[in-house]
């Protein structure tokens, strides 16, 4: 009997159908949607197909299969994406058969599509120089693999884009019998721009730590040669940028702004205290940004700009922002404050754009009204469950200016930015004492700098 494995991330589209095509084979007793803490319908659709949920104990590919593994029943153990619909029909009978007959120990499929760039310029090469016996794989970063349950439970698996290639290496040091078998073709989306400079960094790195604690030698020719299949790699990356339609995203408050501006303004106007208790009796979020809004009320444009610019910005903020407009970057912000002051911050740094609650103005004076805009709320599309998201907006921004979602960075620092930092290309948690932000982040800055990011966009 098989079990079949599926580390799952917001694939609410696909899931249902990938569950039910693993239970039309009769071998298949039990299916285990591993959720890496999904805020689309993953897991309502994964339960309803049949399959077993279980949220990971961290994010991250590498510990989902390996939770799951743990969670499994039987002895013949398939992992497969959740993203892929339709798979081929026969495709885990022909990557099962050899388990079946005792013939093969580990099974990784390939399957009809061009090797993608991580693997050609950096997985194949740094095989060839340290396992050579392992460069006659074709798709050596195939993530579709399957073995049996007491030989996964003797690995590691590291917790990033090197699992997949960690775990080829270490079956092929047990001696396992290793079998590479072609399934066919399958649509499956290419990795982001962005995420192919990380990838690259630790499938390398992956393939290295194997090879020292296998007592590969590293010779000074390895080293020139690791430098130029870097090089190889960043040269391709920068080539394919410099086509690339491409965005980056701030957060306001506690992000360009050091402080956040409805906390300074009710500081100034001795209103904490009722600041403080409209946050503590309104938990829905509509509610909460309609009562906030009324204690602007009676208050004139002037002072309101001069609460703003109390405010001193990250100092690096419009260097950092004419840098990316060099580079090519559409620049924006998206926050959960209001219009006139992200404007106000937009004019002041050069950005191109910003989207931001509506706060009203009669003969310059608030009303004390405020208008979310459609942009924030959930839609058809919509990657999360929030009835009011950043990520929505998000989703408005790109389409108008033609971008794809994986050529954009999302940069925030709060639990508001969450699901615009996940679902961007690349998110960086900028200074965040959020430690959920931190964890769905893939670069953190700590520094009061935003200068870091310029080495992932160049």
């Known amino acids: 009997m098989i079990s079949v494995i599926i580390p799952a991330l917001n694939e609410g589209r696909t899931i249902g159908n990938v569950v039910r095509y693993c239970f039309s084979k009769e071998q298949v007793t039990e299916v285990i949607v591993v959720d890496d803490k999904s805020f689309d319908d993953t897991v309502k659709e994964a339960t309803e197909a049949g399959a077993r949920v279980i949220t990971s104990t961290r994010l991250g590919k590498g510990a989902s299969m390996k939770d799951g593994l743990l969670c499994a029943k039987n002895e013949l153990i398939v992992f497969i994406d959740g993203d892929i619909d339709p798979y081929p029909d026969q495709m885990l009978e022909q990557m099962t058969a050899p388990l079946l007959n005792n013939s093969k120990d580990f099974i990784k499929a390939a399957f009809a599509r061009n090797s993608g760039r991580v693997t050609e310029l950096v997985a194949k090469p740094l095989l060839s120089m340290f396992f050579p016996e392992l460069s006659v794989y074709k798709q050596p970063l195939s993530g579709m693999i399957a073995g049996r349950k007491s030989l996964f439970e003797q690995l590691e698996f590291v917790n990033d884009y090197g699992v997949d290639i960690g775990i080829l290496i270490d079956m092929h040091e047990q001696q396992a019998r290793i079998e590479e078998v072609y399934i066919g073709y399958i649509e499956n989306d290419s990795k982001p ?244 932000l931190r964890d769905c982040a893939d670069i953190h800055i700590q520094e009061d700098a935003f200068a870091g990011i310029l080495e992932y966009t160049s």
């Not at 109390?310 to 840098?323: E, G, K, Q, R, Y």
């Not at 090519?328 to 926050?335: A, E, F, H, L, N």
């Not at 998110?427 to 959020?434: L, P, S, Y």
Request: hydrophobic letters at 40%.
């Open 193 to 436: 721009l962005h995420a192919l400079g990380r990838m690259s960094k630790e499938v390398a790195s992956t393939i290295i730590s194997r090879a020292l604690r296998h007592q590969k030698m590293v010779s000074f020719e390895d080293y020139q040669e690791m430098n130029v299949i870097r090089d190889q790699m960043e040269l391709a990356l920068r080539e394919q940028l410099r086509g690339a339609k491409k965005m980056v995203v701030f957060d306001m408050d506690d992000t360009i702004l050091k402080g956040r501006f409805v906390d300074t303004y009710v500081k100034r106007n001795g209103l904490t205290e009722e600041l403080a208790a409209l946050r503590q009796n309104h938990t829905e979020r509509t509610v909460l940004t309609k009562a906030i809004a009324r204690l602007f009320k009676g208050r004139n444009f002037g002072e309101l700009i001069e609460t703003i610019d109390s405010i001193p910005l990250v100092a690096d903020i419009t260097a950092v922002i004419n840098a990316l407009h060099e580079q090519g970057y559409v620049v924006g912000i998206i926050t959960d404050s209001y219009d006139f002051v992200a404007n106000h911050i937009r004019t002041k740094t050069g950005a191109d754009f910003c989207l931001a609650n509506e706060l009203e103005f009669s003969n310059s004076i608030a009303t004390g009204e405020v208008k979310i805009p459609s942009f924030f709320f959930r839609h058809e599309q919509s990657s999360c469950r929030h009835t009011i998201c950043k990520s929505n907006a998000l989703d408005h921004v790109l389409k108008q200016y033609g971008i794809s979602v994986h050529n954009c960075m999302a940069i925030g620092d709060s639990e508001n930015d969450i699901c615009m930092v996940r679902k961007s290309g690349l998110g960086v948690a900028f200074r965040t004492k959020d430690d959920f």
